[in-house]
């Protein structure tokens, strides 16, 4: 069953889309306004395919503060997909324990090659209109089968003979499976959000996102996980672009691996400073590893600036779990011409919590950046 609904404009604390759902399924997106989430009701739960980020927020009128947060790796199996599922959810539930949160309600965000993200521009319609035009035109954009998706949308603009907005949309298999992983934690998915959007609500909520707006810059976010590389655009007119990229720091860990004839386990406790082996010819082997992923994302940026959203992108911020490896945030800056950093966005946000989770966020929070805009998603 396609699951479509009505964007608006007035009401939604953001100008970016969302997929809302309830404990049982899909609802319209009028259920936020009768029952509205305060500030210790939800919480960001981000499940990657490696490890669970958890991030609790408070929202005051001097900003955000960090109430809770966690980062739990996820154990590798190789037998069979329950097992991994498995896995997953005894990660989901010790990092709630680890972050303290005393909420249950969690947002959940999606990505890879089963959501996308797209404009759209029509003619002026009325709003009965939009959503069967919004429907048709996510059958012929998205890169699967739209009748077994989610599908919602947000409306830049809506005169001067012109309809525009952003439509989401992601599988319904996909989003069950986030679900159910969280409901086996014993926790509530009510929000779902996509991976690249809460990555620009992080951005957006943070002084760097203020200054960007007044500075008239161009900053992209590239968030490179294990399975998926999402890279994130906001232009200056508040237009998102997203496109995930199927390689990412497995396919790097992999490739060096085979490379040195040695374990993916060995590679990575060298990349992220674990190891107690002999010295790895790493060097050698990293940039060759990394060639793929630098390609396709100075190419999404060439695709980017094509589309005459902006002249150029000016800086590049880094973050995912795989932007803390040895020399890839260097190897970016000198292979993509264009400047780029390590994001940790808790740099910006107070923490009102233990000791324990201050050192967390100072060492894991590029991360957790995606769990930190899903959190800021309900506030």
Request: aromatic share 6%.
């Amino acid at each position: 069953m396609t699951n479509r609904r009505r964007g608006y404009c007035n009401g939604v604390r953001s100008w970016l889309s969302v997929i809302w759902l309830s404990c049982e399924g899909y609802i319209d997106l009028n259920w936020k306004r009768t029952i509205n989430f305060g500030n210790n009701d939800i919480f960001g739960l981000d499940i990657g395919s490696s490890a669970v980020k958890i991030v609790a927020l408070h929202k005051d009128d001097t900003g955000y503060s960090v109430t809770g947060a966690g980062i739990t790796h996820i154990a590798e199996s190789d037998q069979n997909d329950d097992r991994q599922e498995a896995n997953t959810i005894k990660a989901i539930r010790a990092c709630f324990a680890k972050a303290r949160v005393k909420r249950k309600l969690a947002v959940c965000g999606v990505s890879g090659t089963e959501v996308a993200v797209r404009d759209f521009e029509f003619s002026s319609l009325s709003a009965d209109e939009v959503c069967a035009a919004v429907s048709l035109e996510a059958s012929q954009v998205c890169p699967f089968n739209a009748a077994d998706s989610a599908v919602d949308y947000h409306l830049m603009a809506n005169g001067n003979d012109k309809t525009k907005g952003v439509l989401v949309a992601a599988t319904n298999s996909l989003i069950a499976n986030k679900v159910c992983l969280a409901k086996g934690a014993r926790l509530k998915c009510v929000l779902m959000d996509v991976d690249g959007l809460a990555l620009l609500n992080c951005l957006n909520g943070l002084a760097a996102g203020e200054q960007q707006k007044q500075s008239g810059r161009t900053i992209a976010i590239l968030n490179v996980g294990g399975s998926h590389t999402t890279l994130a655009v906001m232009d200056s007119d508040g237009w998102p672009f997203i496109r995930d990229m199927t390689c990412a720091g497995n396919d790097i860990v992999r490739q060096m691996a085979a490379a040195m004839d040695t374990e993916e386990q060995t590679v990575k406790e060298a990349l992220f400073g674990n190891s107690t082996s002999p010295e790895l010819p790493l060097q050698d082997n990293f940039g060759k590893a990394c060639q793929r992923l630098i390609s396709d994302v100075a190419g999404t940026l060439r695709y980017y600036t094509a589309q005459g959203k902006s002249s150029s992108v000016n800086r590049l911020l880094v973050c995912g779990g795989f932007a803390l490896a040895k020399g890839f945030v260097d190897l970016l800056n000198n292979r993509l011409g264009i400047e780029a950093v390590l994001w940790n966005p808790f740099a910006e946000i107070r923490t009102d919590t233990t000791k324990q989770c201050e050192e967390t966020l100072a060492k894991a929070g590029p991360a957790m950046a995606i769990a930190a805009g899903l959190a800021m998603r309900s506030i």
